[in-house]
Structure formats: structure tokens, C-alpha cells
């Protein structure tokens, strides 16, 4: 997978040369740049933003710079992610989504946005695709592509190890995962739940289920709604 990040502010990109990502990069599995949306201005100020049409506070970046920038970086085989308040719930789903494509080339947007006519017309030549990390305000996308391509590089094959490690993940079936233990057995007075030390594999999958579905009631029921919950699941909702 090829990734282009453009952004006014590249060195807030730098911790993607690190851990698993720089792993990634290094095992060829993951071709990343980060180019500055400045390089494309072309005034001495090397102005990227200006006053919104029908006025309001804060400023909106302009579409020169950005048309430019997509004119040298994006092919027909391109997916633009622009991170926004105003995208689509960026879910796991998602993830797996932007995971099987070839080319993303990321947008984070700063000030009020970027005007509205550079999605436009990037959705006449390639995928465009606005994505909302969640339901607040950041200043800038580039926090919200880090997330994002982190959540993606784990899914590329060979990123991590332990290929069953992606099995337990939360939000697999739909439910929060439950909650984990390790050594030792009993820490400042508080004992692992003995079931699972017990070996008995069988009742340690149940019994993880169980807090999977209570945490998921507890915390996420807009999750329990959409999961295919069992007659045995009904059964720990109802105890
Ligand atoms: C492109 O337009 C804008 C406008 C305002 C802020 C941002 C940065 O993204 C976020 O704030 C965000 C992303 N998911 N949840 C919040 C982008």
C-alpha cells in the first residue's frame, strides 16, 4: 500500500516512522510520504487559507494549493481520506476497507476546513471518502491521520506477528472485548477471576462471551443492537 499525507503542518507525521508503522515501511509492505501543502502555493506568502464566502469566523483553506497538490500526488486509483467532524463514523469496518486499497492520499484539513470545490472535484477522478474520528472539534486532521493509518497498518499482512491477536480484537462480533488479566495471580490483594486459570477452555471462552455482552451492554448498547447475540448471550443479560 502507497500512502501521501499533505499537510501544512508535515512534522505533526513524524511518529509515523516509528513502531509497527516504521516496521511497515521497512518490510515494504507500507510506502509512505508526507509532502507540505506549501510547495504548491505560489505567492511569497505562501498563503494556504483565506475568508469564508458568506462570512463567519475563522478561516477555510483554498483550493489552489490543494488542487495542485492532488494534480502531482493522486492517480485514477486513488482514495482521498479527509478526516472531518462532518465524514462518516471511521469504524473498524472502515479500516478493513481503506486497508485493501492501493492508494490513500490523506487531506487533513486545519482552520474551519477546506473548501468544498477541491472534494468536488477530486470525486470527478478518484474515490473521495470523509471520515469523523468521533463527535468533537480537533484543529487539524493530522492527529486523526495518525489514528487512521495506524488502524489500517495493523490490518496489512505481515504488520503483526501473531496473525490471532487480530481474532480478539474489540469490535470483532460486533462486541467490546473483555477484559484481560496476566502475572500474577494476585496483585495488591486482587486475584485473577480463577476461571481462567482453570484450563478448561471451553468455560474460559463462555465465560469471556459473558463479559463481552455485559460490557457491551454496559457501555456500547448502540453495539448490542447490531450484534447476533445467542440464547446463552440473552441468558447473562437476563441473570
Ligand atoms: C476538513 O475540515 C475540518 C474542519 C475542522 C477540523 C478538522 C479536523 O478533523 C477533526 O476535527 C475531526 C475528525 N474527526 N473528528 C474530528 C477538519
Not at 495518525?146 to 474489540?170: C, F, H, K, M, W
Not at 494476585?186 to 469471556?208: C, F, K, M, N, T
Amino acid at each position: 500500500m502507497r500512502v501521501d499525507v499533505v499537510s501544512i503542518f508535515p512534522e505533526y507525521l513524524a511518529p509515523l516512522e516509528l513502531s509497527l508503522i516504521g516496521k511497515a515501511r521497512g518490510l515494504g509492505i507500507l510506502e509512505l510520504q508526507v509532502h507540505d501543502l506549501r510547495t504548491w502555493t505560489n505567492d511569497v506568502h505562501r498563503t494556504v487559507d483565506d475568508t469564508p464566502y458568506g462570512g463567519g469566523p475563522g478561516m477555510v483553506m483554498r483550493p489552489e494549493p490543494w488542487g495542485r497538490a492532488l494534480d502531482q500526488v493522486a492517480t485514477p486509483e486513488s482514495t482521498l481520506i479527509v478526516p472531518t467532524p462532518a465524514g462518516e463514523p471511521f469504524t473498524q469496518r472502515v479500516a478493513h476497507e481503506l486497508a485493501d486499497l492501493p492508494h490513500l492520499i490523506f487531506a487533513p484539513g486545519r482552520y474551519e476546513g477546506i473548501d468544498q470545490r477541491v472534494l468536488d472535484h477530486a470525486a470527478t477522478r478518484m474515490n473521495v471518502r470523509e471520515v469523523s474520528l468521533g463527535d468533537y472539534v480537533l484543529f487539524g486532521g493530522e492527529v486523526a491521520v495518525l489514528v487512521i493509518v495506524e488502524a489500517i497498518t495493523r490490518l496489512l499482512p505481515g504488520v503483526l506477528g501473531n496473525a490471532d491477536s487480530l481474532v480478539e480484537e474489540s469490535h470483532t462480533g460486533g462486541l467490546l472485548e473483555a477484559p484481560m488479566y496476566t502475572k500474577p495471580a494476585v496483585w495488591r490483594e486482587q486475584p485473577v477471576p480463577e476461571i481462567l486459570r482453570s484450563g478448561d477452555h471451553g468455560r474460559i471462552a463462555r465465560w469471556r462471551r459473558a463479559q463481552a455482552v455485559l460490557r457491551t451492554a454496559e457501555r456500547r448498547p448502540d453495539l448490542l443492537a447490531a450484534a447476533d447475540l445467542d440464547k446463552r448471550d440473552l441468558d447473562v443479560l437476563n441473570e
